[in-house]
């Protein structure tokens, strides 16, 4: 049989197989050996065309399965696939045997382990699918999907040891899934309880930005104000984090928590911030604010060749087309103490027409203050607004210049706004200082 299988090959022109040959004539063993190797060959040649004509699994799954169990024994995919047939029909012993063959063949596919979980699960096992899915979570962990299929089936078993589990999965999915960490920010502070969700936080300077500006939106501003602390401690503050936290506890009304966040940022900051507009604008918190957009502003911006005292003072231009009514810039400012105040300023307007001019106002709780307006030219004119604060919290002040139906409406000219000091004075005028 040798001598003729011999002959066939290498009458088919088969060189490679012929110099096997020719290289062990009379070796019997390396005959078998080749003869073995040449079999394997023709089975795993043949082997994906069986695969083909075996049909389709999910059509016939009893049918077809079997047959490709024994085309691919040792595929762990076809015995998977076979016990989920057989519990889709309620068979579930036969189910459990399946899986655990198709983990026999591949034990590190955290799928299988996925379906014997749930498995355990329909027959009431909970500890024995509490260890499958530990299983299946520990073998594929940066897989979102894999990793939030655990953790939603470990939620459902309510297993007092499966906490430490499910605390580990939620954190590792506030790092991996950004797209659904406010979710997973609830569902840690369900989980952890009064020991605090900070604590399952990832050491990530991006997760904890997210959960601090998660902590203020849903009006958990002690907590808030704890994790920005830590945050210091780490370093792990910034300008743009800053402005967001500032801002998110104003929209909370955490107007002192507030002041002493932006009193960090800016020690020894008066009540006014910036009230010589020797700085920029800082457009948010307790800073001042302006909108270009006002219909007729011709330019806007800080003068070095009008001020009062300091480099530079701030001003507005106007073409002489518009009737807006203008309340810029303006600034949010915080009053921790009921009692007596005054509040200064110099205006100074060169050629502002119209029914209206500008006026300092200061208005709140309980308070509103005017100066009185100026229109058309005036040089440096200190303004003076004297009033009781008798509730505390935040205040608005700001330049003002209300619109007008009268004949002479068009606003042109302009203005400038220079040292702005809101302070605090006794009974009889005088300061008391003006430290916010």
Not at 175 to 194: C, K, M, P, T, Y
Not at 212 to 241: F, P
């Amino acid at each position: 049989m040798w001598s003729c299988f011999k002959e066939l090959v290498v009458e088919s022109g088969d060189n490679f197989t012929a110099s096997l040959f020719h290289y062990f004539p009379a070796n019997k063993n390396m005959q078998w050996l080749v003869s073995l190797f040449l079999a394997c060959l023709l089975w795993f040649s043949f082997m994906p065309l069986g695969v083909r004509l075996a049909g389709d699994p999910f059509k016939d799954p009893f049918g077809v399965l079997p047959r490709l169990i024994r085309i691919e024994p040792f595929n762990h995919v076809w015995p998977y696939l076979t016990g989920q047939a057989w519990r889709g029909v309620g068979k579930n012993r036969k189910a459990e045997g399946s899986f655990i063959r198709a983990l026999e063949l591949n034990p590190l596919d955290s799928s299988v382990w996925a379906a014997l979980a749930d498995l355990y699960v329909d027959q009431g096992k909970k500890e024995k699918a509490f260890l499958a899915l530990k299983n299946s979570a520990f073998l594929d962990p940066t897989n979102v999907t894999v990793q939030w299929g655990v953790l939603v089936r470990l939620m459902t078993l309510d297993l007092p040891q499966a906490r430490d589990t499910e605390k580990a999965l939620i954190s590792r999915l506030i790092l991996l899934d950004s797209a659904n960490r406010r979710n997973l920010f609830a569902l840690a502070q369900v989980i952890a309880g009064e020991t605090g969700a900070d604590y399952l936080l990832p050491q990530d300077k991006e997760v904890w930005n997210s959960y601090l500006l998660w902590l203020i939106s849903r009006g958990k501003l002690e907590e808030a104000q704890a994790l920005w602390e830590r945050m210091g401690e780490l370093g792990w503050r910034d300008r743009k984090l800053f402005k967001k936290v500032v801002n998110g506890f104003l929209s909370r009304k955490g107007y002192s928590r507030a002041r002493k966040i932006w009193l960090e940022e800016f020690p020894g900051d008066p009540m006014v911030h910036n009230g010589g507009f020797e700085y920029d604008l800082a457009g948010f918190g307790f800073g001042w604010r302006f909108n270009p957009r006002i219909p007729g502003l011709k330019a806007w911006g800080f003068s070095y060749d009008e001020a009062v005292e300091g480099r530079r003072s701030f001003y507005m231009a106007f073409d002489g087309e518009e009737n807006p009514s203008v309340s810029w810039p303006r600034q949010l400012v915080y009053i921790g103490e009921p009692g007596r105040y005054r509040l200064t300023a110099y205006i100074k307007t060169e050629a502002v027409t119209g029914a209206t001019g500008f006026s300092l106002v200061f208005w709140g709780k309980g308070v509103r203050v005017r100066s009185r307006e100026f229109r058309g030219y005036n040089t440096w004119r200190k303004v003076k607004l004297d009033f009781q604060v008798k509730i505390p919290g935040v205040y608005w002040l700001a330049l003002m210049r209300p619109s007008t139906r009268k004949f002479n409406r068009f606003l042109g000219g302009r203005v400038w706004l220079d040292e702005v000091i809101l302070e605090r004075v006794d009974e009889k005028g005088v300061s008391q200082g003006n430290s916010g």
